[in-house]
């Protein structure tokens, strides 16, 4: 089983900044990708960035050029720094892993971003 906990988020005027942070615990297999989802209010549940176990990163286009995430493999944590933020990026912001190769996907409980006009 594998539990994930994320920390970072909160309140902050459109053009700042948080990051966002978010540690495994548990089994954790060597291959795995790691990402960043977030819902609005009566929105689905969409995709920020991810990375894999070696590095290789994906970003929504709404975030491409604001958002940066990287992780530790060490310490099995995944970060997401975000930048000139707008009102538009407020949402629960999920911490997700998914094991390659197989099913398993595992999800944090969310922590919350509110950007302010």
């Known amino acids: 089983q594998v539990h994930l906990v994320e920390s970072g988020g909160g309140q902050v005027q459109a053009g700042g900044s948080l990051r966002l942070s978010c540690t495994a615990s548990?089994?954790?297999?060597?291959?795995?990708?790691m990402g960043w989802y977030r819902q609005a209010p009566g929105n689905q549940r969409e995709l920020v960035a991810t990375i894999t176990s070696g590095g290789s990163t994906n970003y929504a286009d709404s975030v491409k050029g604001r958002f940066t995430i990287s992780r530790d493999n060490a310490e099995n944590a995944v970060y997401l720094q975000m930048n000139s933020l707008k009102p538009e990026d407020t949402a629960d912001y999920y911490c997700?892993?998914?094991?390659?190769?197989?099913?398993?996907?595992?999800w944090g409980q969310g922590t919350q971003v509110t950007v302010s006009s």
């Open positions: 997700n892993l998914k094991v390659s190769g197989t099913g398993y996907v595992y």
């Open positions: 548990g089994i954790i297999f060597r291959l795995n990708v």
